[in-house]
Nanobody, 124 residues
């Protein structure tokens, strides 16, 4: 099971760092994806880090602003979010597609072990 944390209220242009912790999973061996769901919208893929070579994927909407990385000592995967915009407001979730590569698209059907999300609100 995965658990996302670190959300909160931040002003536009601000930063937040989300963490995805694994319980019963050694995250180094798994591809970990971050997803978000804004009110009234479908869940969408944001970023992913592969197992093995830790190659990364970013949706165009966050590329250059968000950075995904592994925190091995904590058995966690973080998502550093900079220059946040109101349209980044959503509940953020992490999930795993198992060992392997993230690929070039994040399909929700390929991911599991969803935990409770963490709310990010970007507002002045």
């Amino acid at each position: 099971q995965l658990q996302a944390s670190g959300g909160g209220l931040v002003q536009p242009g601000g930063s937040l760092r989300l963490s995805c912790a694994g319980s019963g999973l050694l995250l180094d061996y798994y591809a970990i994806g971050w997803f978000r769901q804004a009110p009234g919208k479908e869940r969408e893929g944001v970023s992913c880090i592969s197992s093995g070579d830790s190659s990364t994927y970013y949706d165009n909407s966050v590329a250059g602003r968000f950075t995904i990385s592994r925190e091995r000592a904590k058995n966690a995967v973080s998502l550093q979010m900079n220059n946040l915009k109101p349209e980044d407001t959503a509940v953020y979730y992490c999930a795993t597609s198992g060992p392997g590569s993230c690929g070039t698209n994040l399909y929700i059907r390929d991911f599991g072990s969803w935990g409770q999300g963490t709310l990010v609100t970007v507002s002045s």
